[in-house]
Each structure stands twice: as C-alpha cells, then as structure tokens.
C-alpha cells in the first residue's frame, strides 16, 4: 500500500524542506520508492497527477517524483536557475486538494537543474509552459508554500465540479489551460544518455520535455 498524499491543513506540509544529503543512504532509497509509488497510485486513482514533493507524503527533504509521459523519475535536489520575465495564469490544482483549483500566475518558462537518482546533476533548459508550471508548483512545496498562498484575483479558489459544470466560463478567466495528454499518445524521443531522460531539444545539456500539454486560451 503507498503512502497517503498529505490533505490540506496538515502542518506538516508548511515545513521547509532539507537537502538530500547521501542518494547512496537505504533510507533514502526507501523513501524515493515511497514517493514514486505514491505518485503512480495517485495517477492510478484518479487518472491525472504529473508531479509530487516529498513533503506531501509526509517526507521533508528536497526531492520530488514527475511522470511527463515516459515514467516516473525522481528530481533530487531541484534547483530553479532561470525564470522567464513572461508569466501566464491558469487553474492549478494539487494532489493536497484534488477537489479544489487555483488560479495562480507562473513563470512562463525556467530553467532547473538537479540530481538524478544515480547523482549525476542535470539541466533542464528553458522548458514549455506545461513543465514548468508542474516544476514551479512542486519546487514550492519543498519550502512549505501552497498554491492557495498564490490564489490570484477575485474568486481564485473554485471546486473542481464547479470548474467541470462551467469549463468554458473559467477557461476564459486564465491565459492557459493544461490538457491532459490522450492515452495512446506516443511518448517523446528521449536523450540515448539517459533512458528516462525527456528529449533533447538543443545543446548538451538542454534536455527539454518535448510534449506541450497545454493549450493559450482565447481570453482578449
């Protein structure tokens, strides 16, 4: 059974995060496989989940586990190096509080180096909105913020079956709206270095996800 995501309101999601110290540790490894798999029963249960942080199963170290369409991998100490001056809104939602969205504003695009799960520090340059909102949401966790601390504007939190009743009429309030991709989508290219790495879009180490899962909306 893998551990239960931490529900909104729980203290312990507002503690900040320490680094990884030692990726070689038994109880480190134990704790990646917790969270890896917590992350896949999530998207089993309830069919979407890209991302999730340590921190949200109850873990407060600097880690998180993604799954952009070609397995779920795990980011070690994450680091945000590069934000575009661009932002966009959208409706955020979170795995604390599936039943809620947020709108909240995120860079359009950064940059983000880490440790894979062998140590090796990789770079993601420059990456599509769709992954660096998801990157931004969780990065936050890890220092015990909240997309309900980012709500923006006036009715900024809203059920997600009120979203579902009236998609059109809050489509129409964000610049940007994720969407899922469809179930026999085929996977991007991936980097022949690293099996689980997204595809390399330019440069040594501009290993970028290649799919944009999202679409502008047609807000004037």
């Not at 600097?62 to 070609?70: E, K, P, S, T, Y």
């Amino acid at each position: 059974m893998s551990d239960a995501i931490l529900p909104l309101g729980d203290p312990r999601l507002r503690l900040k995060a320490a680094p990884v110290t030692d990726l070689r540790d038994p109880g480190f490894i134990a704790e990646n496989a917790r969270l890896q798999a917590a992350l896949e029963a999530f998207r089993r249960a309830n069919g979407f989940g890209r991302g999730v942080a340590a921190p949200q199963i109850g873990i407060p170290k600097r880690f998180i586990a993604v799954n952009l369409g070609h397995g779920t991998r795990s980011l070690i100490n994450p680091e945000i190096t590069w934000t575009s001056p661009e932002t966009f809104t959208l409706w955020d939602d979170c795995m604390c509080f599936p039943w809620l969205l947020v709108r909240v504003r995120r860079h359009a695009s950064i940059s983000i180096s880490f440790d894979d799960e062998q140590g090796v520090r990789r770079h993601w340059e420059r990456l599509g909105r769709s992954e660096s909102e998801l990157l931004q949401h969780e990065y936050d966790h890890l220092d015990g913020i909240l997309a309900t601390d980012r709500a923006e504007g006036p009715e900024a939190i809203i059920s997600r079956e009120a979203f579902e009743q009236f998609r059109d009429h809050f489509t129409r309030t964000v610049d940007y709206t994720i969407q899922p991709l469809p179930p026999d989508a085929e996977p991007p290219a991936r980097d022949p270095r690293d099996p689980k790495a997204p595809r390399k879009a330019g440069g040594k180490e501009n290993e970028e996800p290649a799919e944009e899962t999202g679409i502008l909306s047609n807000r004037n």
